[in-house]
């Protein structure tokens, strides 16, 4: 097995919560030092949840299990690839793990572009999904941002020719809240702008994003990660940290009124 064939193993492990922590830490700050590795692992990320929620979770059919391995293409391992045949051969044994092989063998097949083997088509992750994984990307990575700054003068306009958008990026510092630096996230493939904030310990990410039509405000928790959805004209910002609710809507609150938007 090549060294490509064995991280995009390991990316589809990291895309369906297969890692260690460790292994996880380690993806991460991979992926936070790669631009293409984190465009392939968020669109492996997409594969996996269409597979699994089109997939219902009932046992697999010998038969079928058989049928499907064949065609994806894969044989027994050597036993120098143990720690891959370790993670791969268990999990053919429910439609939930099944999915998951399906991934990489779609993978594999389509070097990620386009449509597998089987003829699914590889779409984005959730902007939600996208986002957190960004906000943690950032968290992993020795430091949450790309441009480090607390002038708004200077992180604006660092934007301009990475992204379309460059949202205003005021300094909060006076009021507990101030600005860190900003760094590209992806999301539905595209850059995006995200100002990184700070809170004592905490780390604030606000992505910002063009208007959706289901972005009404939203206030979300996802493992300990409080999520705050608006929309302010075309754009919709998202609020991403582990602060408590209180505070993180206070942030919003705070920026919202520094910037001009409306509640």
Known sequence: MTGGDETLLL????????????????????LAADPELRTRAERLRGISSAVRTTLAAVPVP??????????????????RRARISSWLSPRLTSWPALAATLVVGIALGASLGGLGPLGIAAPPPRAADA??????????????????SSDGHVVKPWFNGRTIIAPDAPDLAERGYPLAGGRI???????????????????????????AADAAAVEARRDGTFIE????????YWAVSDLNARDLRGFVALYRARTGQPH
């Open 11 to 30: 990316l589809c492990a990291y895309a369906d919560g297969e890692l260690s922590p460790g292994e996880v830490l380690a993806m991460e700050r991979r």
């Open 62 to 79: 010998e038969a079928l299990r058989g049928r499907i391995v064949q065609e994806v293409g894969f044989a027994d391992p050597e036993p």
């Open 131 to 148: 986002i957190l994984a960004g906000h943690l990307r950032g968290l992993a990575a020795p430091q949450p941002y790309d441009i480090p």
């Open 185 to 211: 996230d992806i999301v539905d493939g595209k850059p995006v702008p995200t100002l990184v904030y700070r809170h004592d310990r905490h780390v604030i990410s606000v992505t910002v994003v063009p208007a």
């Open 229 to 236: 959805r608006w929309s302010a004209g075309d754009l919709t």
